[in-house]
């Protein structure tokens, strides 16, 4: 049971947009940036998006993140294949003490 | 070009103890507060341990308190993780990741390609 919570499984057809929960608490999310990850199958994971909405360089603008209150989301438009991976959420709890991840989201592109 | 390689997997009995090691190039390490998290197979990421940049302050989920030790040597650019008393609970790919902080946010932008431990008899 992961301390933050997504959805297990999301999808799309190409071209379209799709957008994946991440629910906290105000100990996490409620307190502090959420970040997000993908990863590809067989890889590390890969940093996407960083405090709430900033996308390292490299991450095509497609990708994008938002945060209110305890909840947050990614959000992908103009879904492509090579989209088709892992996406976790990420924020430090101040009561655990600790990070806590979400317990991952499959995202099938159809 | 920034590297994590993780190294010392393997497959141990119940009970057993082994040691994770963590090397680290193209960054600044001695300035990194460093972080190890693993994931079961098929499963979600779990966050393990973090040290501070000078060792001096560690941290671990509960899971895992009593059992892991992190520890670092700057000198070295290298991380590492003592598992004792390892059950099967504890089998996972395990990754070092690097915590980048500024001001307010922080986030794990560099990760290893992961050492897989295997707990079994």
């Known amino acids: 049971q992961s301390v933050l919570t997504q959805p297990p499984s999301a999808s799309g057809t190409p071209g379209q947009r799709v957008t994946i929960s991440c629910s906290g608490s105000?100990?996490?999310?409620?307190?502090?940036?959420v970040n997000w990850y993908q990863q590809l199958p067989g890889t590390a994971p890969k940093l996407l998006i960083y405090?709430?909405?900033q996308r390292p360089s490299g991450v095509p603008d497609r990708f994008s993140g938002s945060k209110s209150g305890t909840s947050a989301s990614l959000a992908i438009s103009g879904l492509q294949s090579e989209d088709e991976a892992d996406y976790y959420c990420e924020a430090w709890d101040d009561s655990l003490d600790g990070c806590v991840f979400g317990g991952g989201t499959k995202l099938t592109v159809l | 070009e920034v590297q994590l390689v993780e190294s010392g997997g393997g497959l141990v009995q119940p009970g057993g103890s082994l040691r994770l090691s963590c090397t680290a190039s193209g960054f600044t390490f001695s300035n990194s507060w460093m972080h190890w998290v693993r994931q079961a197979p098929g499963k979600g990421l779990v966050w393990v341990s973090r040290i501070s940049n000078d060792g001096s302050k560690t941290d671990y989920a509960d899971s895992v308190k009593g059992r892991f030790t992190i520890s670092r040597d700057n000198a070295q650019n290298t991380l590492y993780l003592q598992m004792n008393s390892l059950g099967a609970e504890d089998t996972a790919v395990y990754y070092c990741?690097?915590?980048?902080?500024?001001?307010?946010?922080?986030?794990?932008?560099?990760w290893g390609q992961g050492t897989l431990v295997t707990v079994s008899s």
């Open positions: 405090n709430n909405n």
């Open positions: 105000s100990s996490n999310i409620g307190s502090n940036t």
């Open positions: 990741a690097r915590r980048y902080t500024s001001g307010s946010f922080y986030y794990f932008d560099y």
